[in-house]
């Protein structure tokens, strides 16, 4: 049975599909089967993990959520990075622009528009080791989806307080959409872009951390570094960009508290 995992938060700009493609990738690497869905109306990890050229692979996950009876097989597509399948890691496509924005509306008017994914879900169930959903910052239909279609959650942050505004208003969403309480929720708070030489804004946030998720914060911090946006001009995860760098170590050790859910 797939573990789904969401990542999201109510905050732009915290490294979010940075983090759903290495995550995706390291896991990968690891030996588990990883499905990919990209909810974000950037698309950012559509370009990362999908060859945008090929002809015979149009469909994407609109396709999927607007049609009870499309194969979801169909829109499963292998990952392909830099011209090269990757083994074991698969996407089904999002697309940028107003694609997403005209998907959310077009679902408003159909019968269970919060359940699609989940139903659809279950026929790949056995499938894959992994799904990661990559969603994005604002709570819509497709929010909706990829919460009830969830058992395990992931909020990128970085140690600022909008970046923990976003956090708290992203855990109210899900404890709404899912009908639960927060203690029941299964979620780690990934810190991210830290830098280690702003020891105000390091302070803070570990003790903002300690006292509000005592329980739920990573092992694995995502240090800044430079690197990370030379990797993301490329559309590489960093550690196919540069295996030798420190930063390449950061999100391998993530995937490893993800699959042994130290939390």
Known sequence: ?????????NKGGVGKSTTSVNLAYELSKQGKKVLVLDFDSQADTTKYLASLTASNQSYFIGDVLLDRKFDIND???PAVIAGNEVENLFIIKGRSGDAMTKLAMDMNSIPKREERLKLHLQKVDDDFDFVIIDTAPNANVLMMNAVIAAGEFVFPTEFKEHSFDGIENIITHICEVAFSEEEELDFMILPTKINRSATRALNYGKEYCSERFPDNVA???IWLREIFADA???????????????????????AREVIENVI
Not at 1 to 9: H, N
């Open 219 to 221: 092992d694995s911090y």
């Open 75 to 77: 829109a499963i597509y």
């Open 1 to 9: 049975m797939a573990r789904i995992v969401c990542i999201a938060t």
């Open 232 to 254: 993301e001009r490329v559309h590489k995860p960093l550690s196919m960009f540069k295996p030798s760098s420190e930063a390449a170590m950061y999100y391998k050790k993530f």
